[in-house]
């Protein structure tokens, strides 16, 4: 991928809260620069759907393990109910489970979502 990769970067803080930022990232170096803004060195990346659409959610996949970590989404499935502490980049998924840039509305859609008590469902 060499396209610009729009997202949301979800900023968990212990002290803080979470927020939530625009953030593009460049499509040619995207494992760096998400190793980066997430500020860890193992990712996990899980599609979820939300509104009809579905949506990759890219985590720290050790968050759990670090000392008070900070819950910032629980992702539920048939398959599994999985807790995201620390830092996640949000984008879409096309049809061919391709990254792409979140649309105007995705951004509405996925802060409320979160403002929700972070709830993502796949069925």
């Given at each position: ?42 990712i996990t ?79």
């Open positions: 991928m060499n396209k610009p990769l729009k997202g949301i970067l979800v900023v968990a803080d212990y002290d803080k809260g979470t927020t939530l930022q625009k953030l593009e990232l460049d499509g040619s170096k995207f494992l760096s620069e998400a190793y980066h803004h997430l500020n860890c060195s193992t990346i899980i599609t979820r759907a939300l509104g009809g659409k579905y949506f990759t959610i890219v985590a720290d996949d050790e968050g759990l393990l670090v000392n008070d970590p900070v819950i910032s989404a629980r992702a539920f499935s048939p398959r599994s109910d999985e807790v995201l502490c620390g830092n996640l980049f949000i984008c879409q998924t096309d049809d061919n489970g391709e990254l792409k840039s979140l649309e105007p509305n995705d951004y509405k859609l996925i802060n409320l979502c979160l403002a929700g008590n972070c709830l993502w469902y796949d069925f």
